[in-house]
C-alpha cells in the first residue's frame, strides 16, 4: 500500500463505491482500483440495474458511463438522485468534445473522464470529490477500523460508537489482534501464540477467559462483533 491517507466513512466503515459500465472488463479493473484502496465496490451493467443496486448499496458515490444499454447515464443520476439527491457521480465517457462536457456537468455530472482513463487519475478524481461532498473522514494510519469500533495503536484509546472503552493491557493486545484480522477466523493456538507467546498447550482456557472479558467490554448491550465459530476459533466482524 502506498503511504497516502486512508479514507473512510465518518463512521469509520468503509467507502462506498458504485460502478457502472456495460463493459465488464471496465467494472472488474475499477472494482480492483477501488477496493485496493479499501473502499467496497458495487457494479451495474445497465441503468435500470444501476438503479435497483443504488436502492440496496447507498453509495457514496458513482462511477458512471454515459452510454448504456437502456438508457443514458444522465438518466441514471437524475433517477438515483430522486432518492438519494447529494450523491457526487463522475462520468465515463469515450466522447471528449467540449460540448458534450459541458452537457454532462450541467445536468448535475460532478467530473467528467474520457475513455481510455488512467485508474490512478480517477481514483485521485474520487478522492477529491469525496472529501469536497464530506462524505469522508481520513483515517489516521495509527487507528485500527473495524465496523464502528476504533483502536488507536498510539494513544491505546478504544471506542465503539464513540463511546470510550478502558481495557486492560492485555484485553488491547487481543483486540489489536483481532481487529488486524477482521472476519478471520483465529484459531486458539494463534491467539495464545500471537498475544501471550505461549506455545500452545493447556493454556487455551486463558484465551476464552479474556474473551469473555473482551465480549463484557465491547459488545455489552450492543449488536455482538465478537463471535465464536465452534471448534475452530474466534472471528471479529462488523455488527
Known sequence: ?????????PDGTPIRILAVDDEASITELLSMALRYEGWEVATAASGNEAVQVAKQFKPDALVLDVMLPDFDGLEVMRRIRAFDPDVPVIFLTAKDTVADRISGLTAGGDDYVTKPFSLEELVARLRGLLRRS??????????????????????????????????????????????????????????LDRVWNYDFGGQANVVELYISYLRKKIDAGRAPMIHTVRGAGYMLKPA
Do not use: C, W
Open 1 to 9: 500500500m502506498d503511504n497516502r491517507e486512508k479514507l473512510t466513512r
Open 134 to 191: 464530506g462524505a469522508t473522514s481520513v483515517k489516521p494510519e495509527s487507528q485500527l477500523v473495524v465496523g464502528d469500533l476504533v483502536l488507536d495503536e498510539d494513544s491505546h484509546e478504544v471506542t465503539r460508537g464513540g463511546d470510550p472503552i478502558q481495557l486492560t493491557t492485555t484485553e488491547f493486545e487481543l483486540l489489536r489482534y483481532l481487529m488486524r484480522n477482521p472476519r478471520r477466523v483465529l484459531s486458539k493456538a494463534q491467539i
